[in-house]
C-alpha cells in the first residue's frame, strides 16, 4: 500500500480551479518528484497535501487513512512536514529556536533522542551550526532553505514536503540542496518533492509526475522522463 | 553571507552523514556542545537592557522575589512618600497611581494580544467596557440586575463581583473571536474596531439596562477600614482626602493583581503556549505546519487578554463608582495600543512602563505652572497629549521601532535552566578575560575536521 494516496483531487481558489482531478502516489521511501510549469499547481497540491487548502473534490490517504478533511496540525502529529515554499522559517527566530519548533508537535521521549535528532540536522547542515545564533530572518537564501528543510527534519517526517528548495538560489547551492535531500531520502525519508529546477530533481528522483496547468499529463520513473522529448522540450530547454 | 566557502565540506559531510549518523546513534559527536545549552552566553550582548535581563534571569527564584518585593513596595509607596518632583499637582498623585494600576494592567492584558500572539486589536477598550458595566450591572442600584438587595452583601458585592467580571469578559472574548480569528491582519483589525464601537453604543443605547448615557451610579467597592474617619470605608470615593485616599488604596489593589497577572502571563510564556504564541506572531503558516494549532492558541490569547482587561475595569469601576458610555470611545482603546507600543510589544514589564508614561505625563503636565525653574502653561500642553503621543509614535517609528524596551524571546526549550548555565558559564568566560569572544565557530570545525577524517 501506497504511504501518500491522492484521487482525483481537485483544489479550487474561489471559482478557479487550480487543480482538475489529479491522482497521485508516493510509495514509502520513495523521492518522488512533482515538475511543471509557473502555475501548473505545484504548490496548491503541496499545500493540499499539508492541509493549508482544502480539496473541493478528491481524497488524500496517508497510510490507509483518509486526511481529506483533517487539520494540518494533525497532519504533522501524523508525519507529515512540510518545509514551505519560500522557506517560511521564522525571521525573529534563531536558527536554534527554529529548529525547536520543528519538534514543537512531535515532541520526543528523552532529551538524548533530541540531541541525536539535533546533531543529525546539524552534520547534514554543518552550516547551521555555525549560525545557531544567528536570527533566521537575516540569514541568506540558501541557509533560510537549509533551515526550512533542518527544521522539518527535527519532526522526524514520514513524509517530508520540499516545496521548490532551489528557488532563488545560486547554482552550487542548489546542488548541495539536492545532494542533501538525497541524502535524506537515502537514510529513509519519504520524500514529495516540488521542482521546476527538472534536471536535478529528475535525476534524483525515482518517480515523477508532470503538470500542467492542474492535470497530471506524464509520470513514469525520474531518468526515463528526462530523457522523454516533450519533457525535454517543455522543461530542459533542449530539443 | 555565502555559503560558497564550503561546499566541499558539506558535500564530503552530506555523502558521508549516512554512516556516521549510524554511529551518531551510539556516541554523539562529543565536540559538538550539547543541543540548545550555549547560545545565551556567548551571544554579544548589545546594551544594558540585554545585560540586565541576563543578570536577572541567572538570578535564582528566590533571589529574584528578594529584590523584586522591595522594588514593588517603593512603587507602592510612591504616593505616599509624594516625591517633590514626581507628584503631579494639577491632579492628586495618588488617582494618577491608580488609573495607572489600571492602564497597566490593561497594558499587560493587550500585550499578550497585540505583542506575544500578534493579533491587532483595536477595540480592546471594549472589554475594559464590559468588565466595568458586568459590577456595575450587578452593584449599581441604577440597575435592573441589581443584585445587593438579595444576596450580595454590600460589603463585599466588588470582590464577589471581580470573578464574575473576568469570566464574563473571558466568555465574551471567545464570542468576538471565535468568528474573527480567522481573519488576518488589517480585516482583524477593523473588526475588532467595530466590536468596541458595539459595546459602547450597546452601553449607550440600551437605556433601560444600563441607563445609557446617564449611566449606573453607586458601584460596590470594598467596604473596609470602616471609620469615624472615613464613614464609608478606606475605598469609597469619598476618601479624596489626605495622603492615604481612596486613589492610593486602589492603586495598592491594582499592584497585587498586576503581580498575580505577570506571574500568569510570564508562566504562559514560558510555556509551549507562549512559543506557540511567538510562532503565529512570526509567521502563522509555518507555525500551523509545524503542528501548532493556530486558531486554538489565537483564541487562547484573545480570552486570556480580554479577561485581564475585565479585570482593569471592574477597578474601574469600582474606584469611580459611576460608569458611563464615554469613558469608552475608541480613543481609548488607542491609548491603551499607544501604552503597549510604546513600552514595548511583547515586553510585559516594558508596556507597564509604557502605561506610565501615557497615563503620567499627561498629568504631570497638568496644573504645573513651572518646572525647574522655568515657566510653563503646563495644563496647555496637558490639553495637546494627542498630539505629543503621535509625535512620539512617529519619533519611536523612527528610532526604536520596537519600542522603548524591546522584547527578547526566550523559547527554548530547557528555559530557565539555560538561563541559569549560561551565567556561569558567562562568569567563567568574563573571568579568564574574554567576553566578547564567539565560540559559536568551534563547533563548525569540530564538525569539518570530523568529515575530513572519515
Known amino acids: 500500500m501506497a504511504l501518500l494516496e491522492i484521487t482525483d483531487m481537485s483544489v479550487a481558489y474561489g471559482r478557479i480551479e487550480a487543480l482538475h482531478g489529479v491522482s497521485l502516489t508516493v510509495e514509502q521511501g520513495e523521492l518522488v518528484t512533482l515538475i511543471g510549469a509557473n502555475g501548473a499547481g505545484k504548490t496548491t497540491t503541496m499545500r493540499a497535501v499539508s492541509g493549508l487548502r482544502a480539496p473541493s473534490r478528491g481524497s488524500i490517504v496517508f497510510d490507509g487513512k483518509d486526511i481529506t478533511r483533517m487539520k494540518p496540525h494533525l497532519r504533522v502529529l501524523e508525519g507529515i512536514i512540510q518545509a514551505p515554499e519560500g522557506r517560511g522559517v521564522f525571521p525573529g527566530m534563531t536558527v536554534t529556536e527554529n529548529l525547536e519548533m520543528g519538534c514543537y508537535a512531535r515532541t520526543f521521549e528523552s532529551k538524548a533522542q533530541h540531541d541525536e535528532t539535533l546533531d543529525h540536522v546539524f ?91 492542474g492535470n497530471v499529463v506524464r509520470s513514469g520513473p525520474g531518468r526515463e522522463l528526462l530523457a522523454d522529448p516533450a519533457v525535454k522540450d517543455a522543461y530542459l530547454g533542449v530539443a | 553571507m555565502s555559503t560558497s566557502d564550503t561546499p566541499d565540506a558539506t558535500s564530503a559531510k552530506a555523502t558521508s552523514a549516512k554512516s556516521t549518523s549510524a554511529k551518531a546513534t551510539t556516541s554523539r559527536p562529543t565536540s559538538l556542545p550539547p543541543a540548545g545549552r550555549t547560545p545565551v552566553a556567548q551571544r554579544p550582548h548589545a546594551g544594558l537592557g540585554d545585560r540586565l535581563r541576563l543578570w536577572w534571569d541567572a538570578l535564582a527564584r528566590p533571589t529574584q522575589w528578594a529584590i523584586g518585593v522591595p522594588f514593588i513596595l517603593l512603587i507602592a509607596a510612591l504616593p505616599v512618600i509624594r516625591p517633590p518632583l514626581l507628584t503631579t499637582v494639577g491632579t492628586d498623585f495618588g488617582s494618577v497611581m491608580a488609573q495607572f494600576g489600571m492602564v497597566a494592567l490593561i497594558a499587560i492584558g493587550l500585550n499578550v494580544v497585540v505583542g506575544q500572539a500578534g493579533l491587532l486589536d483595536l477595540g480592546y477598550v471594549g472589554f475594559y467596557a464590559i468588565g466595568a458595566y458586568t459590577v456595575a450591572l450587578l452593584t449599581s442600584p441604577d440597575s435592573p440586575w441589581n443584585l445587593t438587595d438579595d444576596w450580595l452583601s454590600n460589603d463585599w458585592a466588588w470582590l464577589a463581583c471581580l470573578p464574575v467580571a473576568i469570566a464574563v469578559t473571558a466568555i465574551s472574548g471567545l464570542i468576538l473571536g471565535s468568528p474573527t480569528l480567522r ?34 451610579s453607586q458601584v460596590a467597592y470594598p467596604r473596609v477600614g470602616v471609620s469615624e474617619e472615613h464613614p464609608n470605608g478606606v475605598f469609597s470615593a469619598g476618601n479624596a482626602s489626605g495622603t492615604l485616599n481612596a486613589g492610593v488604596w486602589w492603586f495598592w489593589v491594582s499592584i497585587v493583581l498586576i503581580v498575580i497577572a505577570l506571574l500568569v502571563v510570564g508562566n504562559l ?90 497615563v503620567y505625563l499627561p498629568n504631570f503636565f497638568l496644573g504645573r505652572t513651572e518646572i525647574f525653574g522655568i515657566p510653563i502653561d503646563g495644563n496647555e500642553i496637558a490639553n495637546y497629549k494627542y498630539l505629543f503621543f503621535g509625535l512620539a509614535l512617529v519619533l519611536l517609528m523612527i528610532f526604536r521601532p520596537q519600542g522603548l524596551f524591546p522584547a527578547r524571546q526566550k523559547l527554548l526549550t530547557y528555559g530557565r535552566e539555560l538561563y541559569v548555565a549560561a551565567r556561569a558559564a558567562a562568569r567563567k568566560v568574563s573571568g579568564a578575560g574574554d567576553g566578547s569572544g564567539r565560540a559559536d565557530a568551534v563547533p563548525a570545525v569540530d564538525v569539518a575536521t570530523e568529515g575530513d577524517a572519515r
Open chain 1, 123 to 213: 552534520e547534514l547542515f554543518p552550516r547551521l551550526a555555525e549560525r545557531r545564533d544567528q536570527v533566521g530572518g537575516t540569514m541568506s537564501g540558501g541557509e533560510q532553505q537549509m533551515l526550512a528543510i533542518g527544521r522539518a527534519l527535527m519532526a522526524r517526517p514520514r513524509l517530508l514536503l520540499l516545496d521548490e528548495p532551489s528557488m532563488g538560489l545560486a547554482p552550487m547551492i542548489i546542488a548541495q540542496i539536492f545532494r542533501i535531500v538525497s541524502e535524506i531520502n537515502a537514510q529513509g525519508t519519504t520524500v514529495l518533492l516540488v521542482e521546476q529546477n527538472a534536471q536535478q530533481a529528475l535525476s534524483r528522483s525515482h518517480r515523477a509526475y508532470v503538470l500542467e496547468t
Open chain 2, 269 to 358: 510564556e514560558r510555556s509551549r503556549v507562549g512559543r506557540a504564541w511567538v510562532a503565529i506572531r512570526e509567521d502563522e503558516d509555518a507555525a500551523e505546519i509545524m503542528g501548532v494549532p493556530t486558531f486554538r492558541f489565537k483564541l487562547w490569547a484573545f480570552v486570556i487578554g480580554a479577561a485581564i482587561g475585565g479585570i482593569s475595569g471592574a477597578l474601574y469601576a469600582g474606584q469611580v463608582q459611576f460608569v458611563v458610555p464615554t469613558n469608552f470611545n475608541v480613543i481609548n482603546s488607542m491609548l491603551f495600543l499607544c501604552a503597549v507600543v510604546l513600552g514595548g510589544q511583547g515586553n510585559k514589564l516594558g508596556v507597564i512602563v509604557g502605561a506610565f508614561v501615557v
Open chain 2, 183 to 216: 481573519l488576518r491582519g488589517d480585516y482583524l483589525a477593523i473588526v475588532t474596531l467595530g466590536f468596541g464601537e458595539i459595546v459602547r453604543l450597546l452601553a449607550d443605547n440600551l437605556d433601560s439596562v444600563t441607563g445609557g448615557g446617564r449611566g449606573l
